[in-house]
Structures are given as structure tokens and as C-alpha cells.
């Protein structure tokens, strides 16, 4: 059974950091491409990141370029995002995503497994 672990988030002030991790366990990943979403209440769930298990080149949503980067981490199986100048408009429940394929989607519909999330708060 797949299962996705979120850790890392927080309370952080503005210009800070935050590096969330997603685990990922029960099948092998290679096949998979792997997002992050985060959700704010009373909105849909957005695309923020992803990346090809295999390799290959990451995804970023437009306002995260440049503040946010995806990553693999095999010895650990684990996808990191690093997040690095915070805005209060970054606060959110992060979710880690996995879908079966190598195509990295935006759209949260096309993604088969999630786990739980993790909160983050960026304090003004």
C-alpha cells in the first residue's frame, strides 16, 4: 500500500525557510512522478512543484519560481521542497502527490495517492 508522510512545516516569519520532506513507501517510485499542492481554506488545491522520480527536470508553479526547489533524496525515498523566502501568501496546507506516470501534472485530480499534509504559517 502506498503511503505518502509530510514533515517539516511550521511557523516561520517572512523571509524565513522552511524545507518540508514527503516519504514515500510501499511500491517502488521509479515509474512516478511526485507534485506538491498546498491548500488554503475556502480555495481549490494548487500545484506548487513537481518532479520525475527517475530524473529528469522539476516543475514550479509560477509563484514559487525562483523562492522554492524539488528534490529527490533515493537513500532516504523522499521528495524535499525547499522554501526559502516566505510570504504570509505561502501559508497553506502542503500535500505531497504521486501519480504512475513520468508526465508531471498541475492538475490535483490526475495524482493517485496523498498523504495528509503538513501546515505552514508565515507570519508578517
Known amino acids: 500500500q502506498v503511503q505518502l508522510v509530510e514533515s517539516g512545516g511550521g511557523l516561520v516569519q517572512a523571509g524565513g525557510s522552511l524545507r518540508l520532506s514527503c516519504v514515500a513507501s510501499?511500491?517502488?517510485?521509479?515509474?512516478?512522478?511526485m507534485g506538491w499542492f498546498r491548500r488554503v481554506p475556502g480555495k481549490e488545491r494548487e500545484f506548487v512543484a513537481g518532479i520525475r522520480w527517475s530524473g529528469g527536470s522539476s516543475t514550479y508553479a509560477d509563484f514559487v519560481k525562483g523562492r522554492f526547489t524539488i528534490s529527490r533524496d533515493f537513500a532516504k525515498n523522499a521528495v524535499h521542497l525547499q522554501m526559502n523566502s516566505l510570504k504570509p501568501e505561502d501559508t497553506a496546507l502542503y500535500y505531497c502527490?504521486?501519480?504512475?506516470?513520468?508526465?508531471?501534472?498541475?492538475?490535483?485530480?490526475?495524482?493517485?495517492?496523498w498523504g495528509q499534509g503538513t501546515q505552514v504559517t508565515v507570519s508578517s
Open positions: 502527490a504521486a501519480r504512475p506516470s513520468q508526465v508531471v501534472l498541475s492538475t490535483p485530480a490526475m495524482y493517485d495517492y
Open positions: 510501499g511500491r517502488t517510485f521509479s515509474g512516478y512522478a
